[in-house]
């Protein structure tokens, strides 16, 4: 699906918003195919409550609004410099792709590029195409592998993690909500694709896990995984000139690993512990110029996160830093995209460098980013026998020629950017963005006969029992009934149109932003006791029940009370449509709607985005969708007869990407 993007602004007089069809004096920048660009600066749209529709600006105001963007875009220009000399395989790509630094013009690109909770990317490039995979941690199916021919537009191509038998009992065996798969590492080798991994929270402790296919866009060819035992996380995998194949993890320490036994060579050999920073971790070694570059994130996940690193003539060592170590952080800084780190380089065909690492769009206030940690794209120079200059990470980049756009991509996954239409039409599969927290009971979600999304509900409801060793059957470790899509927009609006006839009291279906158990904010259609009319009720009083909608919310802060209003008795009877849209940057309303009449829309609740944002969750980031639980009742895992939810018309829709405090992105098309 198409898309135009355009930069919006909210304006000092007015409430409107409006977009101009006239391009942007720096539109020539962009290479062939990217849509047009309107850059236009905002005000404080993060202060604001609403998002108005339109608004007027005047010719001098897009002039100077559009020369303050350029100006920022030339101070993080690049010196770029050619590396074919050092790689003479890629000759014979360059002559007929000649490097970016030849072309007159740099492209632009707005970040992330991987927008929405994509944390720890590791990327690869093979035969033109770049392959990233991402952490998901206790989210099933895990380890998405997304595939790109131009780096701005990624489509999901597989999950490695995509079957219980792969890991048989690991996630129902895992309590925490940060556990499960850290870190991978992709990459590709005499015609294979490898992930590599470890799986934390098991009985045993750390699982590591090597996923083998040949074939990326396929979840049946990604292999059971060879395991090896570890006790250190962010493993990378390296293979030298002399076939050796190595494991480098959390530390930094090496161990030579056998592929096929997942047998590791012991003891650990320490490489280098860092500049001082803690948590020295997400080591990948490169080899290059007759050196063993060895890149590493340390300072935390948080806003101290950065990426520094070493070299040494031998992959045992010794390390020598380098002296202007960091090469990329953004801590200590104003910019909005703050914990920068955790990365992995690059070549295009063209012999360019380039990098993708992980950011979170806060500010540093670091107190609202419901997305969690994102993915983004930089550029690299590294010229032969040198240390690599990474692009500093903001909003808007401009680096090496981007390949021309293109969105012919193998596979039958969407495109991480684009929103979801989707209806669960009788004999389709469930669509391959939509994930679960752990992995889910089988039956639990199937597309009915007679078409529907129908969810069997789970007796834990979204919160449960967390971390509860003394009712396992009600912490969500054998599966919430929750399927849900990254949020992958500042701004957006997800729908869905619930068909639910309950038959017991507390039975209940919604929808949520989900982050974890203990973050996340929920509007749901139950059944409820109905109101007594007297202080001595009848029997027959004490029966009666009525649909209610009900919004509630779990997280740090300031939680809004519950709010609980019976279904309006005008609505006509059928399924009735809930929705959840961003009131702004900072808020989400909860609506709710008969299906057959939109119009009659009521806002139930609002919540601060600060309620999943952090908390229990700093590791993840927000997930949108559907839910049904019967609240506890029952036995085991099953909930009482007659609480199955049925799903419909499920739609999701970006409107707005925020690329610094004031500037967003507007999408749409």
Known sequence: MGQTITLIAWGRSSNILQHREHPSPTEQQYPEGTPGLRPVKCNGLHNRRRIPDQLGYSRSEVAESTRRLKEQEDSHDMKLSSLTSAHPALLLASTAAPLASAQPENSTYYNPVLP??????????????????????????????????????????????????????????????????????????DGLFYVICEYLGTPDGIVGVVFRSEDPFSDAAWSDPVTFRTERIDPDLFWDDDGKVYVATQGIVLQELNLDTGELSQSPISLWNGTGGVWPEGPHLYKKDGWYYLMIAEGGTATDHSITIARSRNITGPYEAYENNPILTNRGTDEYFQTVGHGDLFQDLSGN???????????????????????????????????PVLQPVRGKMSGWTLPPRSRDVPGDGPFNSDGDEYDFEAGTAIPRNLVHWRVPREGAFSVAPGGGLQIVPSRNNLTGTPFSSTTPELSGQRGLSFIGRRQTDSLFTYSVDLAFAPQQVDQE??????????????LGVVLLPGPSNSSSPSRREREDVQLSLRFRAEGAGVVPAPKTIRVPSEWPAGPIRLQIATANATHYDFAAAPAANPEAAIVVGTASAGLVSGGNGSFVGSLVGAYATCNGAGAGVDCPEGGNAYFSRWRYSGAGQYVSETDVVQRSG
């Not at 099933?140 to 537009?153: E, H, N, T, W």
Request: with cysteine.
């Open 353 to 387: 460098w380039w990098g993708m690492c992980l950011a979170t769009r806060s500010g540093p206030d670091f107190e609202i980013y419901p997305m969690g940690r994102e993915a983004v794209l930089f550029a690299a120079t590294w010229d032969d026998g040198e240390w």
């Open 116 to 189: 929405g909770w994509h944390s720890d990317p590791s990327c690869t490039q093979v035969n033109g195409t770049f392959f990233c995979a991402t952490s998901t941690f206790i989210s099933f199916p895990g380890l998405p592998i997304y595939a790109s021919r131009d780096l701005v537009d990624w489509k999901l191509a597989s999950h490695a993690w995509n079957r219980e038998s792969q890991l048989p009992g690991v996630s129902w065996s895992t309590a925490g909500q940060q556990e499960g798969m850290f870190a991978p590492t992709l990459r590709h080798r």
């Open 509 to 522: 279906a919604g929808v949520t932003v989900f982050l974890t158990q203990v973050n996340h904010i929920d």
